[in-house]
């Protein structure tokens, strides 16, 4: 089945700096990879979602590039703002069927002002 | 609209007793799914139900777990004889029927704590 496997598992960042954040897949059929945002005692959120198709997509400061040959992709945060710092997952999963996503293990980011 | 809810929000039981979570879905959503999410660690799928149907159980544990989701009513995720390892955020998500989008929107979660 498909593994997931996310670094760093914490980042710390200056306010102002760029974070990135980088997950690797096993299954080379998975074609959908979301990104969840999770404060603490909160729910995921998706903030950003890419599909096999296309290699990169932006909003605003943020950025999730895909290279399905090596079967990894990134999140990136320009500009970094304290209300960034929160638990972030990636995940993947398969177009067809259920919306089974196998998530990363998350990354604790960090924003020092 | 109101977003997939779930209650209750936090929930605890003694080990041994049952706890039964509900999650009614988006408006116009006729998907559920069930994912667990362990203190420190990522979300683990764990069910995807359809209306009166189990689609994939694939991430369920064999005993004590179940799942259900009625013609009418929210759907349920039944926990019985609960243990200290059951303690967990439990989050369920929605999509609507024929979806091939794959967005799926988390509900706020129950947390259940077992002593």
């Known amino acids: 089945g498909e593994n997931v496997e996310q670094h760093p598992s914490t980042l710390s960042v200056q306010e102002g700096d760029s974070a990135v954040i980088k997950c690797t897949y096993s299954?080379?059929?998975?074609?959908?990879f979301p990104w969840y945002k999770q404060e603490l005692g909160k729910r995921p959120q998706l903030i950003i979602d890419?599909?096999?198709?296309?290699g990169e997509k932006k909003d605003q400061r943020i950025a999730v590039t895909l290279n399905k040959t090596a079967k990894h992709f990134s999140l990136h945060i320009t500009e970094t703002q304290p209300e960034d710092s929160a638990v972030y997952f990636c995940?993947?999963?398969?177009?067809?069927?259920?919306?089974?996503?196998?998530f990363g293990q998350g990354t604790r980011l960090t924003i020092n002002p | 609209n109101a977003g997939v809810m779930q209650n209750p929000r936090h929930l605890v039981r003694r080990r041994g007793q049952e706890a039964r979570l509900r999650c009614s879905p988006m408006?116009?959503?006729?998907?559920v799914y069930w994912y667990r999410q362990l203190p420190e660690e990522g979300l683990k799928f764990m069910v995807y139900?359809?209306?009166?149907?189990?689609?994939?159980e694939s991430g369920m544990p064999k005993e004590r777990f179940s799942a259900e989701f009625p013609k009418e009513g929210p759907s349920i995720l039944r926990i019985q004889q609960v243990v200290r390892g059951d303690s967990a955020a439990y989050f369920c998500?929605?999509?609507?029927?024929?979806?091939?989008?794959?967005?799926?929107?988390f509900g706020e979660g129950s947390w259940l704590t077992v002593v």
């Open positions: 998500a929605s999509s609507p029927a024929g979806s091939i989008r794959n967005t799926i929107y």
């Open positions: 139900l359809q209306k009166e149907n189990i689609i994939d």
């Open positions: 995940a993947a999963s398969k177009a067809q069927g259920a919306q089974k996503l196998v």
């Open positions: 890419i599909r096999s198709n296309v």
């Open positions: 299954d080379s059929a998975s074609n959908y």
């Open positions: 408006k116009g959503h006729s998907h």
